[in-house]
């Protein structure tokens, strides 16, 4: 999430496949796959990669752990099984020695988590599109953490009245 002003000290540039730079921060969130509420969130500058503030947003006794690619390596994995859970991370790429098989296996091994991981990256649409996390407001870490707190708190409590109203 890009930061309140270019001049905030705590917020750092990152840039991602193509995409214009943006000086800011990101929010690592750990959310259940079922009920697509926010259980951890863990704020750090945009520069930092994902893999090693990951586990900061993980609960204990996480069971499976849906991620993106950028998760992926020992770090995040390890971190995942230390707190008793099972990491399911996108894979970009598999070796084999026919191709099709290959990538029959890489499409099966992504597919169910393409299908938790779209239910969690609706809570990073919300929060933009409703709750107004395009930009930071304020300067620094701290605030930014607080805002992206408020936030999860103000969605959790309207996801929670959406599962009582369908229950």
């Known amino acids: 999430m890009a930061s309140a002003s270019e001049d905030d000290g705590e917020a750092h540039w990152v840039k991602h496949k193509g995409k ?14 079922d009920t697509a509420l926010v259980e951890q969130i863990a704020v750090t500058p945009a520069n930092i990669n994902d893999g ?6 993980l609960p204990d006794n996480p069971g499976e752990v849906f991620a993106d690619s950028a998760y992926r390596g020992n770090h995040f994995g390890d971190a995942v099984r230390a707190r008793g859970g099972t990491p399911r991370i996108v894979a970009t790429g598999m070796w084999g020695r026919d191709e099709a098989e290959t990538l029959a296996r890489l499409a099966a091994w992504n597919q169910p988590i393409h299908r938790i991981r779209g239910r969690i990256e609706k809570i990073f649409g ?4 409703s709750y107004g996390l395009r930009r930071m407001r304020w300067r620094g ?3 930014a953490a607080a805002q992206i707190r408020l936030t999860a708190i103000a969605y959790n409590l309207r996801r929670t009245l959406t ?5």
Not at 24 to 32: M, R
């Open 141 to 143: 870490l701290a605030k």
């Open 52 to 57: 090693k503030a990951g586990p900061a947003a």
């Open 126 to 129: 919300t929060w933009k599109r």
């Open 20 to 33: 214009p730079a943006v000086h800011g921060f990101k929010a690592h969130v750990g959310a259940d796959a």
């Open 163 to 167: 599962i009582i109203a369908a229950a």
